[in-house]
C-alpha cells in the first residue's frame, strides 16, 4: 500500500476552508457584509495577517468584494473571476483535442441559440449571418493575400460569433481567455495549403445552413468541420 506523508495545511488554507464553509453553509449569501478582518481573527483565534491574506485572495477570484468604507461583501456570481476558470483549464492535463472538444460544446449551444431559441427573430439571425459572412470575406481576401494572421483572426471571430449567441458570460470569457490558444489550435488545424484554401468554404456552409434554419444540418456541417480539424491533428476522438 502506497502511504503518503501526511502535510499539515498552512494557516492561510485553514482560513479559506473556514471562509468557504461559510458562504457555502448559507450563513452568508451574497450582498451581505462579511466580518472584517479582526471580527474572523476573533473568530478563528489566529492572527489577522493570516485573515488578511485570505481575504485578498478571496476578493482577487472576486468571491469576496471590498466596499470602502462600508466593508466587505459577499459578491454574487456575476463577479467572480472568469480568469479563474479558464487557469483551471490551462493548467489541467488538457490539450489541443480537449479544446477542440470544449469549443463544440460552445459552438453547438450557440447553432441551437440561433435557430431554434430565436427561430422567431429574423433580425437576430440576419445580424449574425452578417458577421460570419464578413468574417469569411476576410479569410478569402486574407488567403489571398497570404496574411495568415489575419485569416487567423478572421477564423476565430467566426466561431466567436456564434459562441456569441448564447449570451452567457462564462462561454464568453474563456473563449476570450484561450485567446492565444485557439489560435495556436486553428494555426496547426490549417496547416497545410490544401487545406487552407478548404477553409472559407467549409464556414460558408455552415452559413448557408443557418440561413436556411436547418439546425440539424447545420449541427452535422459544424460537427464535420470538427472532424476533419481532427483529421488534421491525425487524431482519433476518445483517444490521447
Request: include cysteine; charge should be negative; hydrophobic fraction near 40%.
Amino acid at each position: 500500500m502506497d502511504i503518503k506523508p501526511i502535510r499539515q495545511k498552512t494557516v492561510v488554507a485553514q482560513v479559506m476552508e473556514q471562509i468557504r464553509n461559510l458562504i457555502a453553509s448559507g450563513d452568508y449569501k451574497p450582498g451581505d457584509r462579511f466580518p472584517t478582518e479582526f471580527e474572523l481573527a476573533e473568530m478563528f483565534g489566529i492572527g489577522r495577517s493570516s485573515i488578511r491574506e485570505a481575504m485578498k485572495i478571496f476578493q482577487h477570484l472576486g468571491v469576496l468584494e471590498s466596499k470602502v468604507p462600508k466593508g466587505t461583501f459577499v459578491a454574487d456570481s456575476s463577479n467572480i473571476s472568469k480568469e479563474s476558470l479558464t487557469w483551471s483549464i490551462l493548467l489541467g492535463n488538457n490539450d489541443f483535442y480537449d479544446l477542440l472538444e470544449f469549443r463544440l460544446v460552445m459552438e453547438h449551444q450557440g447553432l441551437w441559440y440561433i435557430m431554434v431559441y430565436h427561430a422567431g427573430e429574423a433580425e437576430f439571425k440576419d445580424r449574425i449571418v452578417a458577421q460570419l459572412k464578413t468574417e469569411v470575406k476576410t479569410m478569402r481576401e486574407a488567403i489571398q493575400r497570404e496574411d495568415y494572421t489575419t485569416r487567423l483572426e478572421a477564423d476565430y471571430r467566426f466561431h466567436k460569433h456564434i459562441i456569441g449567441a448564447c449570451d452567457n458570460d462564462i462561454f464568453n470569457a474563456v473563449y476570450e481567455n484561450l485567446h492565444a490558444f485557439l489560435i495556436e489550435e486553428i494555426k496547426r488545424a490549417q496547416k497545410d495549403l490544401s487545406y487552407i484554401m478548404k477553409t472559407p468554404e467549409h464556414h460558408q456552409k455552415l452559413i448557408d445552413s443557418i440561413k436556411s434554419n436547418d439546425f440539424d444540418a447545420a449541427s452535422n456541417e459544424f460537427r464535420s468541420h470538427i472532424r476533419d480539424v481532427n483529421k488534421v491533428f491525425n487524431h482519433t476522438p476518445g483517444n490521447a
